[in-house]
């Protein structure tokens, strides 16, 4: 049943996907495997409207990113726009795919913090997680310029298991580039990073170990806020995913499709796109926003569980990615009859040598697959 719209509370944080382009492959990129084939179809008037219908809302916080937002050639005109509707705004990168010049450009067009993604404190472990030769030297430079400028600056560092080891170092490189806080992130498992799970996923003592290691960094250090986030699959109980379905964050994708978060996509649900609706009628009134709202939509063991105000029954898309039924409690619970479809990965891939791949291979392998099947038909 559709909730009542007095019920529903008004997005606060509005994301801004401007384009799925990237010069990076991150093995553990989240968007879908075949994330690049969106198409960059909002042109800066789009983008200008749905900031403003949103903002009229009663939005408050502006995220922008990607893939890597600096590759969108009206960002710096999104940039002021968003600062002009007095949004709080976030530009999420990598920090590689345009001039460092554009900096100072970002700032005075009024962009408050930079959220920055650096893979490792060397040079040779950023290049094995990226696939990009030039990102750490970029990314370096652009942390500096961010700093110089007088921008907030967080650093976001994803762990896998090629760069745990690393976690003291990479706090002291946080800590040289001035930033104001340091989230290391264990990675969650979708998308990219769940089809390479088996070379990603630390042991539970390498996570044990690194956040150990972060634990004596905020005892004895106060320069620095450092967030450490653990990654689910060694949890019991599901995280609220997003704050509950459709209650707080909104995405728009660069093709215009506005979803619940960044992955629900994956779902099969039919997400509408702000072309053809306004930000209002999509949250308030579409059947996909309303889908998961409440709690009608629950089976077993979540339509009894007296945690299920907590977490939601948690993720709806990494339900649907372990067990195809998107309605499923998520199997991070240990309550859900298909909790063992994660500890037989993370069993397996303790034991497991396999290398990451990179989208351009999958890619690849993926084209090389189609045409084998044409041809055998």
Not at 9 to 33: D, R, V
Not at 321 to 338: N, Q, Y
């Amino acid at each position: 049943m559709k909730p009542d719209n007095k019920t529903i509370s008004p997005p606060l944080w509005i994301l801004l996907e401007l384009t799925h382009k990237c010069p990076l492959e991150c093995t553990y990129c989240y968007n879908q495997l075949d994330f690049a084939n969106t198409k960059d179809s909002m042109t800066k008037d789009d983008w200008f409207r749905v900031m403003e219908e949103a903002r009229a809302m009663g939005a408050v916080q502006l995220g922008i990113s990607g893939g890597e937002p600096l590759l969108n050639k009206d960002l710096l005109e999104i940039v002021k726009k968003a600062n002009e509707l007095k949004f709080y705004t976030n530009l999420i990168t990598s920090g590689v795919g345009a001039d460092i010049s554009i900096v100072p450009k970002l700032k005075e067009a009024g962009l408050k913090t930079v959220q920055l993604g650096i893979q490792s404190s060397d040079e040779h472990t950023t290049t094995l997680i990226t696939n990009n030769q030039n990102a750490f030297k970029d990314k370096m430079a652009f942390a500096k310029a961010c700093k110089e400028n007088g921008l907030q600056l967080i650093i976001n560092t994803c762990i896998t298991r090629q760069n745990i080891h690393q976690i003291g170092d990479i706090i002291e490189m946080a800590e040289r580039l001035g930033a104001n806080y340091l989230e290391i992130a264990n990675i969650q498992y979708y998308g990219w990073a769940l089809e390479n799970i088996n070379a990603l996923l630390p042991t539970r003592e390498q996570l044990a170990e690194a956040k150990a290691i972060t634990n004596h960094y905020r005892e004895n250090r106060k320069d620095m806020k450092v967030f450490f986030v653990v990654p689910d699959y060694f949890a019991t109980r599901p995280k609220a995913c997003m704050n509950g379905w459709g209650s707080t964050f909104l995405t728009i994708n660069p093709s215009g499709v506005a979803l619940p978060c960044n992955t629900a996509n994956t779902l099969p649900l039919n997400f509408p796109n702000v072309k053809e609706y306004s930000v209002e009628a999509i949250w308030n009134d579409s059947e996909a926003f309303n889908y998961f709202r409440g709690d009608s939509w629950m089976k077993e063991p979540c339509r009894t569980c007296n945690e299920k105000e907590k977490d939601f029954g948690g993720c709806r898309c990494q339900a649907y990615a372990l067990t195809k039924d998107m309605h499923e409690a998520d199997p991070v619970c240990d309550k859900s009859g298909f909790h063992h479809v994660v500890t037989s990965k993370v069993e397996e891939s303790i034991t497991s040598d396999k290398q990451p791949l990179y989208r351009n291979k999958i890619n690849s392998m993926n084209i090389i697959a189609n045409r084998l099947a044409r041809s055998c038909k």
